[in-house]
């Protein structure tokens, strides 16, 4: 089974330039987030998708930061415009929606992260 | 809110010996999961393990293992026979039984495996 996919590795720009990531999900995982994990840090979530819905984006900084899944499978994360501070690597994850206990919420799986560096 | 300590930045442990990486958390919810996850130096974030806080067994994948102590709000992780390979930063992260599965993490431990 092939895992979330992510693109690119690694991105360097300059400050107040644009940017944008792409995540490709497990295939069959409804639920899709964008966490922001900055040097030294534990990952935080910026958003989560079912679907094509935004369930929580709560801490997306919404001036700057934008994400969407329009055919609910793929997703893409803009930022603009960038800020030394969003230097960080942005991982995506994946899940299913119910765990195999038949709870909400299945178990995460992340992709291998874009790095950006904003100089 | 809920919170997740991590308080040993750093932990170093001989090839084949037993290490414990320490975590602790504050929620007042009944209904959460709790889980440890790997980052080795290439940045991929694997799951380790994963411990339902319903269920009063501890829960254990191989060389890993749990010691869950729902009142104390503990969740230790216990890596038996260490490898070279275990290397890595390793994170406890917490998720409640709502309708977001938002995780929440602690601030890692980085483990190192000496030969």
């Known amino acids: 089974e092939a895992g979330v996919a992510q693109s690119p590795r690694y991105k360097i720009i300059e400050k107040r330039q644009s940017v944008a990531f792409w995540c490709n999900p497990i295939?069959?995982?409804?639920?899709l987030y964008w966490y922001q994990q900055i040097l030294g840090q534990g990952p935080k979530l910026l958003i989560q998708f079912q679907n094509n819905g935004v369930v929580d984006d709560s801490q997306l900084p919404k001036d700057r930061f934008s994400a969407e899944r329009l055919k609910g499978v793929d997703s893409t994360l803009k930022i603009q415009p960038a800020k030394l501070e969003d230097s960080a690597v942005y991982l995506c994850?994946?899940?299913?929606?119910?765990?195999?206990?038949?709870?909400?919420?299945?178990?995460?799986?992340f992709g291998p992260g874009t790095r950006l560096l904003v100089l | 809110a809920q919170t997740v300590t991590q308080s040993q930045p750093e932990m170093s442990v001989q090839e084949a010996e037993t290490v414990t990486l320490s975590c602790t958390y504050d929620t007042s919810e009944n209904n959460y999961y709790l889980f440890w996850y790997k980052q080795p130096p290439s940045r991929q974030m694997i799951l380790v393990i994963r411990q339902e806080a319903y269920k009063q067994q501890n829960a254990t994948e191989n060389r890993f293992s749990v010691n869950f102590q729902k009142a104390a709000k503990s969740f230790s992780l216990k890596i038996s026979d260490s490898q070279l390979g275990d290397t890595a930063m390793y994170f406890c992260a917490f998720r409640n039984g709502g309708a977001t599965n938002k995780l929440i993490f602690g601030t890692g431990t980085l483990l190192a495996v000496q030969p």
């Open positions: 295939s069959g995982h409804a639920t």
């Open positions: 994850a994946s899940s299913l929606v119910r765990s195999r206990d038949g709870r909400r919420g299945g178990t995460q799986y």
